[in-house]
């Protein structure tokens, strides 16, 4: 089960489209996808528009891989998991988020190896073709770095 | 002013919104073991994630709705008063403005870590919330400066 999540802000449709196309040419059926409050409603595999925390996490838990956004949340998560996670960042000028910060997100993800990136839209296809053997570089522990934990800790007892 | 409970646990305040800020203010939380810690974000749905912990919920908005920014605000400020919290630590975006701003006003110490997903330059919010943070984070060594954030490590 490959899982697509656009997070819970606003619609991602060409995301999940792309997604519909690809799925629909490779005659895959066994795709779930939470959509959020997008018109677009994918023919080959079911959809939600939200889902709970607990029913996030299950579907993370429980697919070979992901797609989606390129939200920190859903980064954090997949690669808690060690999912593969193919990302597609946000466009500002799509009227898809407010600003085009998902790219650098994503694309530092990408250059250390932690996650796959879709620059543009017809590089989508044959990345999700190799998503499920890509295995991510690294694991992720459960909290922040020690470095970030001990400077806060640091401001917490020392006021500084 | 409460700023501890008796027991002298210092009283904080963890804000953010929905989605990666909230998820990356759950990474940092064990910086504040030991303290009583009392959460402020925009979902109910997410009580379940912080055990007993007192939770409040605020309404959710963005600068592209001034009204529901009001209302957040006030909702946020009406907050403070009654908690009166010792410390404020943010990760974003809208309420973790407000909360930092207010926060800071009533006497807290504050603490905005800019998220994750900023690499380029800071987010808006926190841009504006540096000058009332008295600690201001990134997370991107490359955004750091003398004048603004301070570096020290991400959530990753």
Not at chain 2, 93 to 98: K, L, V
Request: charged residues 20%.
């Amino acid at each position: 089960m490959i899982f697509v999540t656009v997070g819970h802000q606003t619609p991602f449709d060409r995301l999940v489209r792309l997604v519909d196309l690809w799925a629909g040419e490779r005659g895959r059926k066994d795709l779930f996808a939470q959509i959020g409050e997008g018109s677009y409603r994918p023919a080959h595999f079911p959809s939600q528009a939200f889902l709970s925390p607990a029913e996030f996490d299950a579907r993370m838990q429980g697919c070979s891989a992901v797609v989606a956004h390129a939200g920190t949340g859903t980064i954090i998560k997949a690669l808690l998991l060690g999912k593969p996670l193919l990302v597609l960042p946000r466009l500002a000028a799509q009227g898809e988020t407010r600003s085009d910060h998902q790219w650098g997100t994503a694309r530092h993800f990408a250059a250390s190896g932690r996650i796959l990136m879709a620059e543009y839209e017809d590089e989508l296809p044959g990345l999700m073709d190799g998503l499920e053997t890509f295995r991510p570089s690294g694991s992720l522990g459960t909290q922040a770095s020690p470095e970030l934990i001990r400077r806060i800790r640091a401001f917490v007892e020392e006021g500084k | 002013m409460r700023i501890v409970n008796r027991g002298g646990r210092l009283r904080v305040l963890a804000v953010s919104s929905g989605g990666g800020h909230w998820i990356e203010l759950m990474r940092i939380m064990p910086a504040f073991v030991g303290c009583d810690i009392a959460y402020l974000t925009v979902r109910a749905d997410y009580r379940s994630e912080v055990a007993d912990a007192p939770f409040y919920t605020v309404n959710d908005a963005t600068r592209w709705n001034p009204l529901g920014a009001l209302l957040q605000a006030v909702r946020v400020y009406w907050l403070l008063l009654r908690l009166r919290p010792g410390l404020v630590v943010t990760t974003g975006a809208a309420p973790g403005y407000f909360a930092v701003r207010f926060g800071k006003r009533l006497g807290a110490r504050t603490l905005w870590l800019d998220s994750l997903a900023n690499v380029d330059r800071l987010s808006r919010a926190g841009a504006m919330a540096g000058r009332y943070a008295d600690l201001w984070l990134t997370q991107w060594p490359g955004l750091a400066s003398a004048e603004g954030p301070e570096y020290a490590g991400q959530v990753v």
